[in-house]
């Protein structure tokens, strides 16, 4: 009888299942609705203990579950959490935020009475209080040195492309998708390589970036040696069409969306290091068209990004004012060279921690402008120099950049790739 029984169950979810499979995804969405609202009003309707009842059988599974797993799936399963909590902050409106942000307190404060911890108070104030040189805003009992005094004065960064900010702000799927993944996207529109031992911290908690050891930047050859693995600045000399091909394709880039890529791809229309490229392409070419037309063998063209920018221009270069084109061995070679790209090849060249093209190169959804990072020629305002010291350095560029001001700021809305940009300047 039993056995008969566990049959028909048997097959009734076997006809379940391939009944399920073949529904459509709105179908699929309008029965996992009604799943919940039946659960809901099942919820309803019991009383105090069968809730307890119900709790403690759901934690208990849980806990069941969470024992079993092996460390590699209890990554995952964090991983998983982290994303869906993610997703659906996202996705909240204002008042479900609220909520949201009030159950949350109520549980924590749940949490400390049933430990009978006490909740120790530090506050400190309300960040209102402005730098009367640089307009920083801190908190009123934070010690913050936005400008060293006034000392240091940085360009504002130019305007971040209108349909990037966007996306920051969008509640929809699209700009849930971009924030989600927005290390992704940066990689897959970065000029140079990003090598490094990513080791998040263990445990649940909110998404961190951690590292192991040192990181590498490598800056990208001009063509890869495989048409299909074309990364990095090789991406910026062919079709768009085909560069987000290439880049939809890329496994790592498997939850970005094509209608993403299009548009950082449009913000990144003046992006001085893909004018860069562009010009190494043309002056490649033209010079193939030449040795075909001399009958000669075309001659080797490099680029070699220039160290030290004039100061006139040092916030929002040009690609002309980044880099110059050489062609040929004998083309005399800069005596200061920062960087330098060959046409194809092993060869490659290591960005340097202390270049100033590292952000740019690196970060261009921080700096689709292609701003510079720190280099040696800033220098303090003329009021404020001492006879000693008159050069802005690393540690002073980068407070002023972190500091918090009015205004739109992609840095400060950036997430994870704030917090990857961040562990990389330490
Ligand atoms: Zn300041």
């Known amino acids: 009888m039993d056995e008969r029984r566990t049959q028909q169950r048997e097959a009734a979810r076997e006809r379940q299942r391939i009944r399920r499979q073949r529904l459509r995804e709105e179908e699929r969405q309008s029965i996992r609705d009604r799943n919940r609202q039946r659960m809901q009003q099942k919820r309803r309707n019991m009383s105090q203990d069968e809730r307890e009842l119900h709790l403690d059988h759901l934690r208990n599974r849980d806990h069941v579950r969470r024992n079993n797993m092996n460390m590699e799936e209890r990554q995952q399963f964090l991983e998983n959490m982290r994303n869906r909590d993610h997703v659906r902050r996202n996705n909240m409106n204002q008042q479900e935020r609220q909520n949201h942000l009030e ?16 909740r120790q108070i530090y506050y400190i104030g309300a960040m209102d209080v402005q730098c009367q040189f640089c307009r920083a805003l801190r908190f009123q009992r934070e010690q913050l040195n936005c400008c060293h005094n006034g000392k240091v004065m940085l360009p504002p960064l130019q305007d971040y492309p209108e349909n990037l900010r966007l996306l920051f702000d969008a509640n929809n799927a699209e700009g849930a998708n971009f924030r989600q993944n ?10 140079a390589s990003f090598g490094a031992n990513i080791r998040p911290p263990p445990g649940r908690g909110p998404y961190c970036f951690g590292l192991e050891g040192q990181t590498y930047h490598y800056a990208s050859n001009l063509h890869a040696n495989d048409p299909e693995e ?15 091909h290439n880049r939809v394709n890329a496994p790592e880039n498997a939850n970005c969306l094509v209608s993403v890529f299009q548009k950082i791809n449009e913000a990144l229309i003046n992006n001085p290091y893909a004018a860069a490229y562009h010009n190494m392409r043309d002056i490649e070419q033209q010079d193939q068209e030449r040795a075909a037309i001399e009958n000669v063998s075309p001659r080797k063209v490099t680029m070699h990004f220039i160290p030290g920018p004039d100061r006139r221009t040092y916030n929002n270069p040009s690609g002309n004012e980044i880099a110059a084109i050489f062609v040929g061995d004998d083309g005399a070679p800069p005596v200061h060279r920062d960087i330098i790209v060959y046409p194809i090849g092993q060869q490659r060249e290591r960005i340097a921690y202390i270049s100033c093209h590292l952000d740019p190169m690196v970060y261009p959804l921080l700096f689709p402008n292609g701003e510079l990072g720190w280099h040696i020629q800033i220098v303090h305002v003329a009021q404020r120099q001492t006879r000693v010291r008159t050069k802005v350095t690393m540690q002073e560029f980068y407070s002023y950049r972190l500091a918090i001001r009015d205004g739109f700021s992609a840095l400060h809305r950036a997430g994870k790739l704030l917090q990857q940009y961040i562990v990389e300047l330490m």
């Open 230 to 244: 074309r990364r990095y600045g090789q991406l910026y000399i062919i079709e768009t069409n085909k560069a987000i």
């Open 103 to 118: 159950n949350e307190r109520n549980r924590v404060q749940r949490h400390r009475n049933a430990h009978n911890m006490e």
């Open 182 to 191: 927005i290390s992704n996207y940066n990689s897959a529109f970065a000029f």
